[in-house]
């Protein structure tokens, strides 16, 4: 059987799919409408456990668009944070960290940075213990060591009180 590349559905694909869903229709039904196996349907419908995740959208503290490419040309122009700050009524290190985040001076763009923001947004996040092996072990072997070292003051207060737990 010849398997069909992934498909990699819009946001608007995405929004007909929840409205079908929600009219009663089933994923045979919907992913028959975009010439695709049920099961295509089922990983976008399933990964919010069936219920339509609310529209995403910016915070009002974030940095706009405009913002951005106010910092780019600020920064191509060789003005110092602080004055971007100021220009912007930002605190400098917000520009500062937005910058750093970004590329830094020399490669700041400002399209890239709010792509790359509107990405770091999305929630919810990958446990950073499921990402990072390492971490994971470390976190795991002092948690053992915690336990230990809790069941062992569990048995010294028992035997210095010389109550006996049943």
């Known amino acids: 059987?010849?398997?069909?590349?992934r498909i990699y559905y819009t946001e608007r694909q995405k929004a007909v799919m929840w409205e079908?869903?929600?009219?009663g229709e089933s994923l045979h039904q919907i992913a028959q409408s975009f010439d695709r196996n049920h099961s295509s349907v089922q990983r976008i419908l399933a990964e919010t456990g069936g219920i339509r995740p609310a529209q995403r959208r910016r915070s009002r503290l974030a940095l706009t668009l405009a913002e951005r490419e106010e910092i780019s040309r600020a920064l191509a122009s060789g003005h110092s944070i602080r004055s971007i700050a100021s220009l912007l009524q930002r605190a400098p290190s917000t520009i500062s960290r937005e910058i750093q985040r970004n590329g830094g001076?020399?490669?700041y763009r400002a399209s890239q940075a709010d792509q790359a923001a509107w990405e770091r947004a999305r929630r919810?996040?990958?446990?950073?213990?499921?990402?990072?092996?390492?971490l994971a072990r470390i976190v795991a072997t002092k948690l053992q060591l915690m336990w230990v070292a809790g069941a062992n003051c569990w048995v010294a207060e028992t035997y210095l009180s010389g109550r006996r737990e049943r």
Request: net charge positive; charged share 35%.
């Open 124 to 134: 919810p996040k990958t446990c950073r213990l499921a990402e990072n092996r390492t």
């Open 105 to 107: 001076h020399s490669c």
């Open 20 to 23: 079908r869903w929600r009219q």
């Open 1 to 5: 059987m010849k398997q069909r590349p």
